[in-house]
């Protein structure tokens, strides 16, 4: 079923442009690779925030407003861009176990971020739970530190 | 020249064989590599973006400045460790290789344009520090930096489509 999906996109002509016009694969993933980096650098001053590594000077809910937006907004961006990547080569991103590792995780720090977002603005709600902030600041920060990885690994499949 | 020289004697080293024959290591310090790049460019242009008065509005430049460069530097310390270790598994391609001379040479402008601001406009900062725009120079050289990174990446990712 997949597969079969995978050799339909990959004959589509749009799928067949980004194949032959040489340039766009890796402009396209220069672009994806600097939202990559907003994303990555936000999130880890957050995440070192939400852990007490870093930034203690500012309180964790005001962390908290200045940077999860950039990730809101740099997503799009990262989402259009790798959907180009996927249509230009199918099999290579969809059959790939490092790809789907990859979205599995971005599905789960999406909900984790989107969840710290929320409690935020209940008054001093991080703030009044510690221990709670260090486990969520670290497990973002793993899983973040892994969809890279993942990414990278996609080419080494 | 003793660039050339230099280049064989650093990947006939153990470690440049160990990285060249591993099938797991070079892509795991070609991780840390990127991982490092975008901690590099995204804390950069944080600064940046002051600079250019996009972001961080509410805050002195030289506060964005003491908060967000040491990550940036810390970064950049990693990036060339790690960058260093894929370029010794092959050194001579790497060196013969266009786009990878454009990244450095693009590199050494972007440690230009920051030197220039740091012992430049950066001086006089305490007469601007809490303005919204900043300086022509400043803007200027934040601007710079951006547009730099950008290219850094682009030659980076582009050494992977032409190294043989």
């Known amino acids: 079923m997949l597969p079969n999906f995978c050799n339909w996109l990959s004959n589509t002509p749009l799928s067949v442009k ?3 016009i040489l340039w766009i694969i890796p402009a396209v993933q220069t672009v994806h690779i600097l939202c990559v980096a907003i994303i990555m650098s936000t999130m880890a001053m957050l995440d070192f925030r939400l852990i007490g590594l870093a930034g203690t000077r500012q309180p964790v809910s005001g962390a908290v407003r200045r940077w999860v937006p950039w990730v809101w907004g ?3 961006v990262m989402l259009l861009t790798g959907c180009i990547l996927i249509i230009g080569e199918p099999t290579r991103e969809l059959m790939n176990p490092y790809f789907r590792t990859k979205m599995a995780m971005l599905a789960i720090v999406v909900v984790i971020t989107a ?3 929320l409690r935020n603005r209940r008054e001093a709600y991080w703030e009044s739970r510690a221990l709670a902030a260090k486990f969520a600041g670290a497990f973002s920060l793993l899983l973040w530190v892994s969809i890279l990885t993942a ?3 996609i ?3 | 020249m003793i660039i050339p020289q230099f280049c064989s004697w650093v990947e006939n080293t153990k470690m440049a064989a160990a990285i060249r024959t591993s099938t797991w290591m070079f892509p795991t310090i070609e991780s840390i590599h990127v991982l490092a ?10 600064f940046d973006f002051r600079l250019l008065g996009i972001a961080s509005r509410d805050r002195t430049v030289s506060q964005v400045h003491r908060e967000v460069l040491p990550w940036t530097w810390a970064a950049f310390a990693c990036a060339v460790v790690a960058g260093f270790l894929m ?3 092959d050194a001579m391609k790497y060196y013969q290789n266009g786009p990878f001379r454009w990244k450095m040479f693009t590199l050494l402008l972007v440690g230009l344009n920051a030197a220039i601001f740091e012992f430049g406009p950066f001086r006089g900062v305490s007469r601007w520090d809490s303005e919204k ?3 022509i120079s400043a803007r200027l050289a934040g601007g710079i930096s951006l547009v730099l990174w950008v290219f850094v990446v682009g030659f980076g990712r582009w050494i992977g489509f032409t190294k043989i």
Do not use: D, H
Request: net charge positive.
């Open chain 1, 74 to 76: 740099t997503l799009p």
């Open chain 2, 133 to 135: 725009k900043t300086p």
């Open chain 2, 87 to 89: 370029f010794s598994s």
């Open chain 1, 151 to 153: 990414g990278r690994w």
């Open chain 1, 18 to 20: 980004i194949q032959t």
């Open chain 1, 155 to 157: 080419a080494y499949y």
């Open chain 1, 115 to 117: 969840f710290i977002q």
């Open chain 2, 37 to 46: 790049i975008t901690i590099v460019v995204g804390s950069a242009a944080m």
